[in-house]
Each structure stands twice: as structure tokens, then as C-alpha cells.
């Protein structure tokens, strides 16, 4: 029997995992090997990109807004979650709008925020009602775009970050509280010495996983504001290939920015095993 | 975090299993819909806005009524479209009967669609100009068909600029004048190269011939007038900059006629903004050719009702119809007097000055180092000589020999660019 | 009880925690309003400035304009099937996967690194690739837009497979050792016993899936210019349309997402803490 079900199991990982390497790492190994190429190969491509200033201000702006992002994320995120589990009793209303933001398709949260804040949109309308002055939030080369962008992303995806930190809180054992009320611990002392270290994981979990969905930043910024007002890597490599109908170009940008995720998510992971071991050495 | 089995669950997974069966059932309904109208089906793409496709589509009823078919449009950028007629070409079959793209693109294209000189009678050649045929003719065969023609005039709000520049003098004095109420269309995208094509040609520069003293004065024009310009040069598209326009953060900028359309939609023309002549240079007046050109792909799954689609559009009356219909400003001017010569005059008065852009197939490598150069020299304050010597470098011998055959023109010019 | 309740809070954070509920609801609730107005009321009124807060005249227009577009009877049709289609093959082959990673410690260790590495691919490193390939073979662009489903499925198997595996997991062993001493084969084992059990798993990946496909942009965007789904269409009529119809099909477009949201609750939260991604 059991090399029966081995043979099943070896079978169950093969033929997922065949399927998936067949769609996804082969075109992204040809992209790879077509980055190279120019009738020949060459790094004519890469040089092409480091030649280009918009190139270099993608790759800044790539490393700036997620960051931003995350930690807004993680800001907003946790604030929810303890929001959500402070309270006695549940409720459905406050949960349900909590996921709201996440259960939209992308697309059409990019079409409300493009609305809420175009010259004559709403946040404009709103701002004007109490006597501000309209600010262009969307204007190109301005930091307000990036903030603006900022603030989208980290709404869209806000609701997750709370629900992994929900599922953390969760597990953290009331009778640690208990414990601090006793020693004479306030509530920000509690939440300093007792949820903190204890939701740590979930926390660097939320920040890696998180972290490299912002750094693929992508329809935020093209429907926000066009590929070229804020360009980050993703923009940059489809202006490539659709306006400048140059697609070895715009592949060489997209492996920078696989590079680019790679780096953080291996050295995240890195970091994250670290720190969890001398957490455990102190512990 | 485990993933029980309460009754609750189950009773959802009900509802979803519902719900699974219900789009299933949509789906088929929606295929069987499809099969049973049984009429022959004609898929065309056109690069127009939603709202004009909507025109469009009603446009298309009395062709659909006459030859008993379903035409079904499809709006996307032009830009999409080249690409698809790609995709179809590579996989050598496809859904798309007709396709329409721009200009630039259509020695790119030519490759991938299918001659069309028996369509093309003297009577249809009539309806529009040489020039526009010629970027639709290759080796002496006609490839595409005019469709919605246009080239660009300069959009200016008459309440800050009761006079609009006439020649570059003047538009240089309003620039330093207002700074900031000058925009052009500065992205990284082929409508840099419309705008400031219209200044080399009028200087006497070409595309094709980077270091003539025609293109220097050109880009020594553009330089001038770079440190005034909108901010917001650098990112402006047709859409944005004309929005900036109907704001009135911008006063003058230079676009196409469906601009005044939509200025006209608002309510801002003619009460606020109207067209003008671009300003005349030194060698004259220039303004680029633009607009769609239709094609039958190789590989159209139709292509007879595709011809017989293209011989409708080719008559006087169907013209008219997409001039009246769609308000396009076409091949058939608008009667003297009317509202529409108003707002148009400043296009009218181009209509002898259109050029076209070359009908290269290495265009897009040519027109993305054009694209450096200007914003180089607009955006990065580099020195115009510089920035023109490095489109086409080491290419002194062709401003040698301009009295090559056209043919021979495009092959050099393209020679050494990468595909 | 909730552990976090226990923080001794005082009312100073109750105050703040009734605030900030007060304006997670905000933000959820008002952007959607304005959505429904806009896609509701005439175009004139949705131009002016300022702008109106409440609608002045309701239509139904704007949805109607959207109905009448041929090409929207298709994306809508095309998105049901790519999503239909690629949940399916995701949630068997995500199935499979968890399995196999619930049952054996190194299936388990290679099974969560395929998944990471998946994960870790940027789309548009793939997309563009994956649409010159598959233009090549014909699978690009298409009315049926198969290519498009296979590239969700592939996508969407993570998602299914961590949705599914606490699902395996905790299917106890009695229950399946009881079956292999009646002599059943390792298959009829996994289809007949532990299929049914996590049926309500099932159908949480199987709708996780469908979602993920619905909405996805990307490579529905690079992948079919002319044969669209509904998210690249949907930008197009953002970008170059007019607001009512842009509006009317946002809201289109969430009904689904939407359905299950209310129908799967509690589930849903816990499916997306194990599986959910973008």
C-alpha cells in the first residue's frame, strides 16, 4: 500500500508543479535568455536601460513606494486588527468593511480613486467645500502622486495585512495579559512587551509577503497616473514594449525588477530566520 | 488557521455551487445566443473612444441591414490593435477582419495585411489626398485605406489669446510672455514626434536627414521655447494636455480635431477655445498627417465581406455620413458660415500644409530616437546639434544625395537601425 | 473572549477604536456610494464643480449604453469562462498539490517551495514572454481565450493549494487507514474518502480561484487586445471613456466579488489568511 500512495503523492507534486513551470518559468527563462539577445548575444539591452534616465527613476520609485506602502500597511493593518479584537463583541458590519476594500477587483478601486481624485474630483470637491484650496493630486512629477499612489495601494490591500495580524493576535494567550495586568503593566506597556514580540512573526510575515506584491506595483500607477508621470519597473517595461514597440528592452526591465524581488524576498526570509532564532535564544 | 466544517459552510458551499451553475448556464446561453443569429459575422477594430464607437456602431446598422451581417466593433488604443494584428500574423489565423491604425504604424504593419488596389477606384482615390495615399502605398500597391484622417492645428483659448501667434516670433514672444500657458505633448510616445515635426518641416528639416541646417533650426526653435513651457510637457498625451486645456491651466497646445469635439462637448467651443494655423516657420507652414488607416489582415477569418465593407466606405456618401455622424472632421469640409467652419478654421487653413510622416517598417526605431532628441533638447537643456547628430550617427553622405528614389531613401534611412 | 480585549484597555482606546471603525467603514463605504451615483446619474452631472454630493436625477442610461455594447456581452462571457475554467483546473491541480504536502513531510518541503517561487514571479517578467509565446502557438487573443485561462489556472494554483492543505491536514488518519485495510486503492482513497471531506474547502479555493481570475489585470491585459476580459475593458473605458458607462461597468464588475463576499463570510476570512494574494 504505501508504495502505491507514494507513487500517488509523487505523481500529485509532479503534475502541478510540471504544469506551472511549463506556463510561468519557461517564458519567464526565455524572457530571460531574450534579454540577452540582439541578434546575438549581447548586453546591448541592459545597456540600453542603464543609458535611460526615466530607467533610473523607475528603479527609485520602485523602492520608494512599496516601502512606503508597506509601512502604511502595516500601520493601518495593525491599528484594524486590534481594532477588530479589542472588541467584545463581534462585529459583522465593521468586518465586512474592512474587507470591502479587498474583495473589489483592483480595477475597479483604481477607477474610484482615479475619480475621488482627479482636478475636479471629489477629494477636491470635499476639500474645497470647507474652504482648502484643490491640490493636484494627481499631477505628474509631483511627490503628491507618489503619495497619492501610495495611500491606493495600501488601501487595496490594508484588509489583508489585517487579517494575517487578526489571526496572529489571535493566538496570542490571554493569561500573557493577565499577567502584565498583574505585574502593574498599562495598556501601551502591554502592547509593547506582550503583543509586540508575540506578533512579531505574523508581523515580518505580513512585511515579506506584502513587500513583494508592492514591489510588482503595476495597474495602480498605470491607471492612476500613465506609465510615465511616476514610472516604476513594471510601467517602464510595459511602455517598452507597447509605445516603443521595443520588447527585448522591456523584458531585460521586467528581469531587473525579478531581480529586484528576489533580493528582497531571499534577504527578507534571511533576515526573518535570524531574527526568529535569537528571539528563541532570548526566549 | 483550520478550515471546519460547520453547517455554515456547508449551506454557503451550497449557495456557491448555486451560484457556479447559474454562470455556467450564463456562459452557455451567451455562446448559443452568439451561434444562433447565423449571420455572417465581420470583427472590426477600430482605435476610437467608447462613445465613438457607440456612433459607430449605429453608423454600421445600414451596412449590416444591406448585406445582412453582424458587425462587431471593438474599441481599443492603436497600439493594441498592432499588436493583435501581430498575434494573428505569428499564429497565422485570427478573429479580426479589419483593423485601423495609425499612420506611424503602417510600415510596421504592411507585412502582415493584404493588397487592397481592386478595391481602390479613381472615383474612391479622389475622396482624399496624395498625400494621404502615399503613406498608404508601398512598391506601387495600395495597402490601407484613409479612414479617418486628420492632422493638427494649434488649439488656442481666445478670452487670454485674442490673437493668436502667427509665426514663431510671435508664439516665442507669447511663450516668454505666459510662461507655463504653453504646453506640448512631451511623452514618451510617437505625439512628441507630431509636435515637433511640424517645427522641423516648416524649417525645412525631414526625418530622415537629422543634421540638415532645416532640422538644426527646428530644435534651435524648440530650445527657445523650452524653458516656458508647462510643467507638465514631459508627461502631456493627447487626453491630458487637452483636459489641461479645458481647465485652463494651458492656453495654447497643438492637437487633433476630435480636441475641438470634445471642447465642444464641455461647452468651451467656440465660447472659449477655438483652432488656429500652427505658426509658420522659416521654410513655410507644416503640419504632421495623422489618423487611421483600415486593413485587412492576411489572415481575416472574412475577407471578402472586408472588401465589400471597404468599397461602402469608399463613396462620397458614406463619407459624408462618418463627417456627419460621427463628427469627424474629414474629407468633406463643413459648408462656409456654418458653426462648424468656426471651430475648424484653424484646421481648414492647414489642409494645403499636410505632410506625412515616411512609411518606414524600421519607423519606430527612427521615431523613438527622434523622441530622445526632443525631449533631450526639451526637458534636459541639451544642445540641439548634439542631440540631432546622435539619431542618425554617421550618416553625412545622405544629406549629400537628396535625388535618390524614394525606395532607396527609406533603405538607407533605415539602414543600421535595429529591428 | 478576544485575547487582545484583555489589554486592559481604557476608554481612551475605546474612543479610538470606535474612530477608527468609524472610518473603516467611511472608506468602504463612501467611495462606493459615489460609484453607484456616478453610474446612476446623467454625464452632465457628474462634470460639474463642484460636485454633487447627492444625485439630483437618477437614470438608468448609463447602464443601458453599457448593455447595448456588443463587445461587453462578450467580456462578460469571456470572464465567466476563463474564470470558470481556470478555477477548476487550479482547484484540482491545487488539490493534488495539498495532498500530497498534507501527507508526506518532502512533498511537503518541495511542494511550499514551488509555491514561494511562484509567488515570487513578477507578472510582468512572465507576461511579456508568455504573450509572445503563446502568440506564437496561436493561444493569444483569442475568442475563447484559452491562453488567458491556462495562465490563471497556473496562477491561481498557490492560492488553492494552501487553501486546501490545513483541509487535508486535519482529515484524521484513522479515516483513511480504514479505507487502505478494506483493500482501496490510493486513488479511490483520495477521491472517495477525502474529497468529500473537504468539499467545503473545495468550494472556498474553487471561488477563491474564480475571484482571482475575475479580477485579475496583467496579463489579461497584455494577453488579449481585442478578445478582452472585463478588467482591461474596464480600463479602457476608465482611461478613454466617458464616466457613467465607465461607472456602470465598475459596478458590473463587482457583483461577484461581492456575492461571495457576503455568502462565504467567516470562511472566506479564514481561506484568505491561508491562501489570499493578489
Given at each position: ?18 504544469f506551472?513551470v ?50 502604511l ?12 479584537t ?31 481624485l ?15 484650496a ?18 491606493v ?71 492612476l ?39 528582497f ?11 526568529s ?5 532570548r526566549? | ?27 452557455c ?5 452568439a ?18 464607437a ?19 466593433l ?45 478595391i ?6 479622389s ?15 495600395i ?41 506640448l ?31 538644426l ?12 513651457l ?40 467656440p ?27 492576411l ?5 471578402a465581406?472586408a ?15 462618418l463627417?456627419?455622424?460621427l463628427g ?7 459648408p ?10 484653424g ?26 532628441a526632443?525631449?533631450?533638447?526639451l526637458?534636459?537643456?541639451a ?37 | 473572549m ?27 463605504v463612501i ?29 438608468l ?13 462578450g ?8 474564470g ?17 504536502m ?31 509565446m ?26 488553492a ?8 491536514a486535519a482529515?484524521p ?12 486503492s ?30 485579475e ?20 473605458y476608465?482611461?478613454?471613456?466617458n ?10 464588475m ?21 491562501g489570499g494574494?493578489?
Open positions: 500500500m504505501n508504495w502505491q500512495a507514494r507513487r500517488l503523492r509523487a505523481v500529485f507534486v509532479a503534475a502541478p508543479a510540471l506551472m511549463a506556463t510561468l518559468v519557461v517564458p519567464a527563462l526565455g524572457g530571460l535568455a531574450d534579454s540577452f539577445d540582439r541578434g546575438g548575444p549581447s548586453l546591448e539591452n541592459y545597456a540600453a536601460l542603464a543609458r535611460d534616465p526615466m530607467f533610473w527613476r523607475a528603479a527609485l520609485d520602485n523602492l520608494l513606494l512599496p516601502i512606503a506602502s508597506l509601512a500597511e502595516l500601520a493601518a493593518g495593525l491599528a484594524m486588527a486590534l481594532t477588530i479589542a472588541r467584545a463583541r463581534r462585529s459583522p458590519v465593521l468586518e465586512a468593511a474592512a474587507i470591502l476594500p479587498f474583495a473589489i477587483p483592483e480595477i475597479v478601486i483604481l477607477t474610484i480613486a482615479r475619480y475621488l482627479m482636478p475636479r474630483g471629489y477629494v477636491n470637491g470635499a476639500l474645497a467645500a470647507v474652504g482648502i484643490p491640490a493636484a493630486w494627481l499631477a505628474p512629477r509631483g511627490s503628491l502622486a507618489m503619495l497619492s499612489i501610495v495611500v495601494d495600501a488601501w487595496h490591500v490594508t484588509p489583508i495585512v489585517m487579517l494575517m495580524l487578526v489571526a496572529g493576535l489571535q493566538t496570542i494567550p490571554a493569561e500573557l495579559y493577565e499577567a502584565a495586568r498583574l505585574d502593574g503593566a498599562g495598556p501601551l506597556a502591554a502592547f509593547r512587551y506582550v503583543t509586540l514580540p508575540m506578533l512579531a512573526p505574523a508581523i515580518a510575515g505580513a512585511a515579506i509577503l506584502r513587500g513583494i506584491d508592492a514591489l510588482r506595483i503595476f495597474s495602480t500607477v498605470l491607471v497616473t500613465g506609465p510615465e508621470a511616476v514610472p516604476v519597473l513594471s510601467t517602464y517595461a510595459y511602455g517598452q514594449w507597447t509605445d516603443a514597440q521595443a520588447p527585448r528592452v522591456a523584458m531585460a526591465a521586467a528581469m531587473v525588477l525579478a531581480l529586484m524581488v528576489t533580493v524576498a531571499l534577504g527578507g526570509a534571511l533576515a526573518v530566520r535570524r531574527w532564532s535569537d528571539l528563541g535564544a526566549a | 488557521m483550520i478550515v471546519t466544517q460547520s453547517s455554515s459552510v456547508r449551506h454557503s458551499s451550497r449557495s456557491a455551487l448555486a451560484l457556479i451553475v447559474a454562470a455556467l448556464l450564463a456562459v446561453l451567451a455562446g448559443c445566443r451561434r444562433e443569429s447565423g449571420r455572417a459575422q465581420l470583427n472590426i477594430a477600430l482605435g476610437v473612444f467608447p462613445s465613438e457607440a456612433r459607430y456602431a449605429r453608423f454600421v446598422s445600414s451596412f449590416e441591414a444591406a448585406h445582412h451581417v453582424r458587425v462587431n471593438v474599441a481599443q488604443t492603436y497600439g493594441d490593435i498592432l499588436q493583435a494584428l501581430r498575434v494573428q500574423s505569428a499564429s497565422r489565423r485570427g478573429s479580426l477582419d479589419l483593423v485601423e491604425l495609425d499612420l506611424a504604424m503602417l510600415g510596421r504593419a504592411r507585412p502582415g495585411v493584404a493588397a487592397l488596389d481592386d481602390v477606384s479613381p472615383s474612391a482615390h475622396l482624399f489626398s496624395e498625400a494621404a495615399w502615399a503613406a498608404a502605398t508601398t512598391n506601387l500597391h495597402y490601407f485605406i484613409p479612414h479617418r484622417l486628420m492632422w493638427q492645428a494649434m488649439v488656442y483659448n481666445r478670452l487670454k489669446v485674442p490673437d493668436p501667434p502667427r509665426t514663431w516670433d510671435e508664439l516665442e514672444r507669447f511663450a516668454r510672455a505666459h510662461p507655463g500657458k504653453l504646453a505633448k512631451g511623452a514618451r510616445y510617437e505625439g512628441a514626434v507630431c509636435d515637433a515635426m511640424a517645427f522641423v518641416w516648416s524649417a525645412g528639416g525631414a526625418e530622415c536627414d537629422p543634421e540638415s541646417p532645416g532640422s533650426r527646428g530644435f534651435d526653435f524648440l530650445r527657445a521655447l523650452a524653458p516656458d508647462n510643467d507638465e510637457s514631459a508627461v502631456f498625451r493627447e487626453m491630458p494636455v487637452l483636459e489641461a486645456q479645458a481647465r485652463g491651466s494651458v492656453w495654447i497646445h497643438f492637437n487633433w480635431p476630435f480636441a475641438i469635439g470634445y471642447l465642444k462637448s464641455k461647452g468651451l467651443a465660447a472659449v477655445d477655438l483652432s488656429a494655423p500652427i505658426p509658420a516657420g522659416p521654410g513655410g507652414m507644416a503640419t504632421p498627417l495623422g489618423g487611421g488607416y483600415l486593413a485587412i489582415p489572415s481575416a477569418p472574412h475577407p465581406l472588401r465589400e465593407f471597404l468599397r461602402y466606405l469608399l463613396t462620397a456618401q458614406a463619407q459624408a455620413r463627417s456627419r455622424e469627424w472632421y474629414g474629407s468633406v469640409a463643413a462656409a458660415g456654418s458653426e462648424d467652419a468656426t471651430l475648424y478654421a484646421f481648414t487653413a492647414m489642409r494645403p500644409y499636410v505632410r506625412a510622416r515616411p512609411t518606414l517598417e524600421c519607423y519606430p526605431q527612427l521615431s523613438n530616437r527622434w523622441q530622445r526632443i525631449r533631450a533638447v526637458f534636459r537643456a544642445a540641439p546639434q548634439a542631440a540631432l547628430a546622435a539619431i542618425l550617427p554617421g550618416r553625412r553622405a545622405l544629406r549629400a544625395s537628396r535625388t535618390s528614389a524614394p525606395a532607396d531613401d527609406g533603405r538607407r534611412c533605415c539602414a543600421g537601425l535595429e529591428p | 478576544k485575547p487582545g480585549a484583555r489589554a486592559g484597555r481604557g476608554g481612551g482606546f475605546a474612543m479610538l477604536g470606535a474612530a477608527l471603525g468609524a472610518i473603516v467603514i467611511a472608506a468602504a467611495p462606493l456610494y459615489l460609484l453607484a451615483k456616478q453610474a446612476l446619474t446623467p454625464e452632465l452631472e457628474t462634470f460639474a464643480w463642484p460636485p454633487f454630493w447627492l444625485p439630483r436625477k437618477i437614470t442610461a448609463n447602464f443601458a449604453q453599457v448593455f447595448t455594447v456588443r463587445e461587453l456581452r467580456a462578460i462571457a469571456r470572464s465567466l469562462g476563463v470558470v475554467v481556470s478555477a477548476v483546473g487550479a482547484t484540482a491541480m491545487g488539490a493534488m498539490l495539498a495532498y500530497a498534507a501527507r508526506a513531510g518532502a512533498a511537503r518541503r518541495a511542494g511550499f517551495a514551488a509555491l514561494s517561487g511562484v509567488r515570487l514571479l513578477p507578472m510582468l517578467a512572465v507576461a511579456i514572454p508568455a504573450a509572445a503563446l502568440g506564437a502557438i496561436g493561444l493569444a487573443d483569442t475568442p475563447d481565450a484559452l491562453g488567458l485561462a491556462i495562465i490563471h489556472c497556473a496562477i491561481a494554483i498557490p492560492t493549494a494552501l487553501t486546501l492543505y490545513a483541509a487535508f482529515v488518519a484513522e479515516v483513511e487507514e480504514a479505507a487502505w485495510l478494506d483493500g482501496a490510493a486513488v479511490r482513497v483520495f477521491l472517495t474518502i477525502d474529497l468529500p471531506i473537504v468539499r467545503g474547502a473545495l468550494a472556498a479555493a474553487f471561488i477563491l480561484c474564480f475571484i482571482l481570475s475575475w479580477d489585470f496583467g496579463f489579461a491585459l497584455l494577453l488579449q487586445q481585442t478578445n478582452r476580459t472585463l478588467p482591461p475593458l474596464l480600463y479602457y476608465t482611461v478613454f471613456g464616466v457613467g458607462p465607465a461607472s456602470a461597468l465598475a459596478l458590473l463587482m457583483v461577484p466579488a461581492l456575492c461571495v463576499v457576503i455568502a462565504l463570510g467567516p470562511t472566506l476570512r479564514g481561506a484568505l489568511i491561508t494574494s493578489r
